[in-house]
Every structure is written in C-alpha cells, then in structure tokens.
C-alpha cells in the first residue's frame, strides 16, 4: 500500500527476481519442511534480516508473520506467541494466517532475552483450518489463543547452514 486506502499496483522490473538454482531442500515425516533457492542476481536496495543460526526460540516467546494470505496485500499479524516448542525441526504458534502465508517468515518479537525484534525464527509451513463452510458460506475459522492445533514453523536452523551470513 502507498496509503491507507491506495494500493500500490505497479512493481518495478527491477524489484522482480527469478529463481536461478534449487539450494537445498528437505520434507520429512517428522515436519521438516523448506526449500532455498538461489535469485537470478544479487538483491540491490533492501537490508536482508537476520536469521537464528543456533539454539531455540524461547517456549511462549512472542512472535509476528507477515505474508500475503489468499492473494491479498501484505498483511502483518502480531500478537502471537509459541504454544508448543518440542520438536527439533518446527515449533507451533498461534499465528494468524491463511492459505497462501506459507513460506512467510515468522520474526521474533524482541523483548527482554536481548535478541533483536524482527530477526526471522522460521517459516511458516502448514496449519489450521483456515474456513468453515457455514450454510453453502466460508467463514474465517475463528480459533482462541490456546485452542485448534496451531501453525508449524520450520526452525531456520534446519537450514542456517546453506545461508551466507
């Protein structure tokens, strides 16, 4: 969006990137779920983030995505946190998305723990219901913060080894 009510629907050529080469990528049975591609040419105007290399993200840390679910503008969704950070390859979180956010990185909240706001934890992979279907209508799927199943993350851990740093 240029503003509050004006969209932005033009996109310079030089802002469109092609994949050039297949990195790495890996879908296992027990949730790993990632690809890296490599661009067609170096990213010239725009700071890339910053990645957890190591460790864990903090059980209950808070966390905010941002994607384009079902096609829409960019949406921003914060206000969410881990629910449940026991599996090595993902983590679950009671983010707010849809269809279409997979692949969204999921960013750390900054807070007291010293680790800078912004920094991406994962990506987004797979979750909840998205809508019900209600009298022939789809209706957002409205899930309480510690109910439904949640969405996975795929830890950038399981592939911080194949990013430059």
């Not at 297949?22 to 910053?50: F, S, Y």
């Not at 957890?52 to 905010?64: E, F, L, M, S």
Request: glycine share 10%; charged share 25%; proline share 4%.
């Amino acid at each position: 969006m240029t503003s509050e009510n004006q969209a932005q629907t033009t996109i310079s050529s030089s802002d469109v990137y092609h994949a050039k080469e297949l990195v790495g990528r890996q879908l296992t049975d027990d949730g790993t779920d990632w690809a890296l591609v490599r661009l067609d040419r170096p990213v010239k105007n725009h700071q890339p983030l910053k990645i957890r290399r190591n460790g864990k993200i903090k059980d209950q840390q808070h966390v905010y995505v941002m994607g384009h679910p079902c096609g829409i503008p960019l949406k921003y969704a914060a206000g969410s946190r881990v629910r449940n950070n026991q599996e090595e390859a993902y983590s679950v979180a009671n983010l707010d998305t849809f269809g279409g956010n997979s692949g969204s990185c999921v960013l750390h909240a900054g807070d007291e723990d010293g680790l800078e706001n912004g920094m991406v934890e994962g990506i987004l992979v797979r979750g909840e219901t998205d809508f019900d279907d209600v009298n022939g209508c789809k209706r957002s799927n409205v899930c309480p913060d510690d109910k439904c199943r949640g969405e996975d993350c795929t830890r950038t851990t399981e592939f911080a080894h194949l990013v430059p740093e």
